[in-house]
Every structure is written in C-alpha cells, then in structure tokens.
C-alpha cells in the first residue's frame, strides 16, 4: 500500500490566488513527520515545510501553511498569493518514528502552473 | 561553494561504460542519501550512509555501488546499467542529532540525469 498518496498530478491557479495540494498518508505510528518539498525545473528538491505528529498548531511558513488533520490523516499544502515562481513540483513526504535518519518516503506529486 | 553540489550533471552512457557520479556536501551534515527519481514514479530511496556507514540499501541492484569515503563526500557507481536505469538521481545530506529528531531535514542537490542507452 501507498504511504504517500498525492491525488492531483496536476493543477492550475492564478496568479495571486491561494491554492490546495493535497496530500494523504497511511501509517501506524504515533509519531511520524510530514514534509513538503518544491522541484522546479532545474531539479532540485527545495524544502518548504514542516509538520510534527504532535504538533498542535498548523505548521506555516511564509505564504506556506499546512492543513493537518490527524484523524483524516491529510497533510494538505496551502501556497497563499500564487506567484509565477511557484510554477514546479510538489512533493509530500513522511517520516515513521523518531530516528532522524529513518529514510524519507515520498508521493509521486503534483505539478503546480500558475498563469499569469 | 554551499549547500549540496551534484557532478556532473548529465550524464550519457553505453550499457557496458562504467562511470560514476560524485556528491559533495557543505553543510557539516552527518548523513547522505541517493534517490532514483524515475519518470511518473514516486522517489525511490537507493542507499543511505549515517556517519559514513551504510545503514541502508533497499535491495538496489549490484550494478550501483555507492562509496562515502568521508561525511561530505558520496558516490555512487555505475557498471552494466540497463536502459531502465535512465532517470534523475539526486543525492541529499542531512544532520541527525539523535533522540526525538523526526524533524530533520534533507537537503538535495540538483540532480545528476542519466541516460542509458
């Protein structure tokens, strides 16, 4: 079974407006990390945020947020004011347990354009 | 030079050519990975190093031997590679203090494409 399910390969948004990337997981532990990373073109994986299973608060960053809702098991990415560089991939991610090198496991991601 | 730098950043190779790929990393970090990125398939974990040991291997096929002589520095060698091998492979680092550290983060480089043909 999929650990990390990203259903939209692809969605549109204007410029300036908010937009939702998806993101469900499947796991049995209590403790776990979810992550989203950002592929442009050019290939690398750019870090944009952080959520903690026992995080209380949604985690943001900038024009970032994470919708988490632990019983749904969703960890939905929230780019507010769109802006032409936001054009790439995005990929959600998680982490099982507490090891800080307990690898990383990933979606297949979504495309994100956003027109002018 | 910061961050994680990826050499060279494409690659073309016959099916019998062995080469390799180099990854450096600037950010004192005490662990690196290789990830396969293939075309509509979700990353692929290939090898990782903690402290310049491998603690993990996912059942890659021989034909890619990773090497991390040191903490900044990680290859991974190719010999007889199958066309199917053809993809995007992306190396990243990372600083695991121990205990409840779920938290850390991979930094990647930009990739080396390869293509087998």
């Known amino acids: 079974a999929q650990k990390i399910t990203q259903t939209q390969p692809g969605m549109f948004v204007q410029e300036k407006e908010a937009v939702t990337l998806d993101c469900t997981y499947d796991?049995?532990?209590?403790?776990?990390?979810l992550f989203w990373y950002k592929q442009p073109s050019s290939g690398e994986m750019i870090f944009l945020i952080y959520?903690?299973?026992?995080?209380?608060q949604n985690a943001t960053e900038g024009r970032y947020s994470l919708n988490f809702q632990k019983a749904r098991k969703s960890a939905n990415l929230v780019i507010s004011a769109s802006q032409l560089g936001d054009s790439a991939m995005y990929f959600c991610?998680?982490?099982?347990?507490?090891?800080?090198?307990?690898?990383?496991?990933f979606g297949k991601g979504t495309r994100l354009s956003v027109i002018a | 030079e910061t961050g994680v730098t990826q050499t060279p950043r494409h690659l073309v190779m016959g099916m019998t050519n062995k080469k390799s790929l180099k990854c450096e990393q600037h950010?004192?970090?005490?662990?690196m990975y290789w990830y396969k990125q293939s075309a509509k398939k979700p990353l692929e974990l290939m090898f990782v190093y903690s402290l310049e040991e491998r603690v993990e291997n996912n059942s890659v096929p021989s034909r890619f031997s990773p090497e991390c002589p040191n903490s900044s520095h990680l290859f991974l060698h190719l010999h007889t590679l199958q066309p199917e091998d053809s993809a995007l492979y992306l190396c990243a680092s990372s600083q695991d203090p121990g205990g409840l550290s779920g938290a850390n983060v991979l930094t990647f480089g930009a990739g080396s494409r390869l293509t087998v043909l």
């Open positions: 796991t049995s532990d209590q403790s776990y990390g």
């Open positions: 991610a998680m982490r099982e347990g507490v090891s800080g090198n307990t690898p990383l496991v």
């Open positions: 959520q903690g299973s026992y995080d209380e």
């Open positions: 950010l004192g970090h005490n662990a």
